[in-house]
């Protein structure tokens, strides 16, 4: 695969891809103060516009995504996205519609969101939601704000969140955030919290449990009834970190098992490609004692009419301007409707297949540390290749690259040495599971014969192992003409 130039160098003195008109009307010459007025050309290639399309789309193609090849990224669910969708939220009605239109002109967009609203609360469990956080951890801080202000409302001194060593990293990052000090619980044998430790954790200063089910090894944690039980009797509440929906959706919900507060990434279990960074949308569920802590407004209907509603007495305020990221939720809404209860169900059960069927299919070349069934995800370790030739879980992911895969969470959770976090999503077919389970023991076999071939990947990308220290310390970011 070669490198693209860059467009600079294709640049050629005096060459164009568009003239504009000459002036047909008079100069003026002071608008723009003269300390103001540019003195030198600037730097800019000189390019037709078959050299700048033709560069761009080069440049595209270098691009790995869902719609090019199998991307098994645990824990963020990087899946096919129906196109379907996006045309949704392209309608002129959602897409052109503006935040300060007045309500009379914005029933459509008003009845979508209280649906919207009604769907998930029933697929969590919960009685009332928000669909103001912008992000899966921004639905954490918005479910911890509510709690905090509940314990303050009520005149209960907490200092404490408990948090598992399996849970999401931004968990522990979100306590901090809200004023509490972090509890860490270890794990026990089986990949669920250890009841002891969290006896021994529990006090009246724990104002919540933050809990991630299934958790970060793909596990669904089976004392969960024990686990909010325990929590609620010395007056916290339980939030639960609904980043894997995916491998419970219209099986089990977060309400039944005793959840007071919950959040659901819209953008990895229903619908949207995300990546770099957003746009997301992260709601937040609570049950009935904590509705009227929810950010304002939220979308009501009168029976006539659908409206903001203002009049929460206890409301942490708004947490995003506007109402959230509105066309985010368009696109989960129409992945809801399209898919239905069963379809959704369906969705949860073929990404928990998919997970189990490849794990069962490498556990015997790569170390598996909790043998049992998962969910949609599972944790795999390079460890005994490690141990054996050197190779470390790095070498093993740059070398998927050669296959045109792209490769899974690294590094992640920490509990686990050398973890590789596996997510096949519900979507892949048997044809690309099998492929890539068979690039996959191909890797392990390269590192036992021929371990430096995978300690040197990649070999077929346009660029090698990169020195990360390097670019991060001293990037190129601007180029110069020389």
């Given amino acids: 695969m070669r490198l693209v130039p860059l467009i600079f160098d294709l640049s050629r003195e005096g060459r164009r891809g568009y003239s504009l008109p000459a002036l047909d009307v008079p100069m003026v010459d002071d608008v723009i103060p003269e300390e103001m007025v540019r003195t030198e050309e600037p730097n800019l290639p000189e390019v037709s516009e078959a050299d700048v399309i033709r560069h761009f789309t080069n440049l595209s193609e270098l691009n790995h995504g869902v719609d090019v090849g199998f ?65 899966g951890a921004h639905g954490e801080f918005t479910g911890m704000s509510i709690i905090r202000a ?141 509705i009227d802590f929810l950010p304002v407004p939220v979308v009501d209907y009168d029976g006539e009419r659908y409206y903001f509603n203002y009049d929460l007495p206890h409301t942490i305020g708004k947490v995003r301007s506007f109402y959230g990221n509105f066309n985010i939720v368009v696109r989960a809404y129409a992945y809801i409707l399209f898919n239905g209860p069963d379809g959704l169900r369906r969705v949860c059960e073929n990404a928990v297949l998919n997970a189990n ?25 390079s460890k005994w290749q490690k141990r054996e030739n050197g190779v470390r879980t790095i070498d093993v992911a740059k070398r998927l690259l050669d296959f045109g895969i792209h490769p899974p969470t690294v590094y992640f959770p920490l509990i686990v040495e050398e973890a590789l976090m596996i997510e096949p999503t519900e979507t892949e077919s048997k044809e690309t599971l099998d492929n890539f389970i068979s690039v996959m023991r191909q890797i392990a076999k390269e590192a036992k014969e021929n371990p430096d071939l995978v300690k040197s990947a990649p070999h077929d990308t346009p660029v090698g192992r990169l020195d990360e220290a390097a670019a991060a310390r001293h990037p190129v970011l601007r180029y110069i003409k020389k």
């Fill in 71 to 135: 991307y098994p990224l645990g824990s963020c669910t990087m899946k096919y996205s129906p196109k379907l969708n996006e045309d949704v939220a392209r309608l002129a009605g959602f897409a052109e519609s503006h935040p300060y239109q007045p309500e009379s002109v914005s029933q459509g967009s008003l009845h979508l969101m209280y649906d919207m609203e009604k769907f998930l609360a029933e697929i969590s469990g919960m009685d009332r939601v928000t669909l103001q956080p912008a992000a």
């Fill in 357 to 381: 069927y490849i794990m069962e299919n490498l556990k015997d070349l790569y170390y598996l540390p909790y043998d049992r069934y998962c969910k949609h995800e599972f944790v795999i370790s």
């Fill in 150 to 290: 509940y314990h303050e409302y009520k005149g209960n001194k907490k200092t404490k969140v408990i948090i598992p060593d399996s849970a999401h990293g931004t968990n522990p990052a979100t306590a901090t955030m809200c004023g509490y000090k972090v509890v860490e619980v270890k794990s026990d044998g089986r990949g669920g919290i250890d009841l002891e430790k969290l006896k021994d954790a529990l006090d009246d200063e724990v104002a919540a449990l933050m809990l991630t089910n299934p958790n970060t090894l793909g596990l669904f944690d089976e004392n969960i009834g024990k686990i909010t039980e325990m929590v609620h009797s010395v007056g916290a509440l339980c939030y639960y970190d609904g980043a894997n929906l995916n491998g419970t959706l219209g099986k089990a919900r977060p309400g039944d098992m005793g959840f007071d507060v919950v959040h659901i990434n819209l953008h990895k279990t229903f619908s949207t490609p995300h990546g770099g960074g957003g746009p997301g949308s992260g709601p937040v569920g609570v049950k009935k004692e904590l």
